[in-house]
């Protein structure tokens, strides 16, 4: 028993020492494939407003999430949604493919997405939930990740210019043994100056990423739309919260 406790509390100690050192130094952040699928419990609140009726979202789901390697030194991306459960929604209107419809992306260590399978250059999918930078950056440091993206809504397609802003807040020790940077997110979408289409989509949150995985345990994002198309009268705006927590 004494030998177990000694090999816990030096565990610990080391864990600590860790985050002392690389907070100091700096970290290089990056995914890491494992090749083993992983699930998330994922839940989705929030209310959508469409032709003046506003309608209440709940929805409760399995995200799973498989990071692979090629042979050309890329990762290939799947993520797929199982067990729906709640209100009954189109998932195409709130961005989520169909149950066990897998969206398969072509990415770097560093998260940026150069292809997705079906889906044409520019769509919401080419932009992954963290982007790193390519380089080390310590507790307090700030990077930001710009594209230009395609949103589709009212039977037509939108360009947006994206831009994020992600914040390393600190290095913790989360779950009790996960070595994790706490990662700050706050972002936006907007049309184009000229488009006919007008979009204004944000969002924020927080992820607890894992170090020594190179993939995310728990993350938290609020989401806000408002989208119109003056030629139509249509008009539409959401607010979300969604919560994806990593199944044991």
């Not at 770097?108 to 982007?131: A, E, F, S, W």
Request: hydrophobic share 35%; glycine share 6%; aromatic share 14%.
């Amino acid at each position: 028993m004494k030998s177990l406790r000694l090999k816990i509390l030096c565990g610990v100690i080391f864990i600590i020492l860790a985050i002392s050192v690389s907070g100091k130094n700096g970290v290089q952040l990056f995914y890491l494939p494992s090749g083993k699928p992983v699930s998330y419990n994922t839940y989705l609140e929030g209310t959508l407003t469409r032709k003046a009726e506003t309608r209440d979202i709940h929805l409760q789901f399995t995200r799973n999430w498989q990071l692979n390697r090629t042979k050309e030194d890329k990762y290939v991306l799947q993520e797929w949604v199982q067990k729906y459960q709640g209100s009954d929604f189109e998932l195409a209107e709130l961005g989520l493919p169909e149950p066990e419809i897998r969206v398969e992306k072509i990415m770097d260590r560093l998260g940026r997405i150069d292809k997705v399978n079906r889906y044409p250059k520019g769509h919401r999918y080419y932009l992954g939930l963290i982007v790193f930078p390519d380089h080390p950056v310590s507790a307090g440091n700030s990077w930001k990740y710009e594209d230009r993206l395609e949103f589709d809504f009212f039977g037509k397609s939108a360009p947006a210019n994206c831009s994020v802003i992600y914040q390393l807040e600190k290095i913790l020790v989360y779950r009790k043994y996960y070595r994790c940077a706490k990662i700050l997110i706050n972002g936006s979408c907007q049309s184009i100056p000229g488009s006919e289409l007008k979009l204004d989509y944000r969002f924020n949150g927080k992820v607890f990423f894992d170090m020594d995985t190179g993939r995310e345990i728990d993350y938290q994002l609020n989401y806000s739309w408002f989208k119109s198309d003056p030629s139509q009268n249509l008009q539409e705006s959401a607010r979300l919260e969604l919560y994806s927590i990593l199944e044991k």
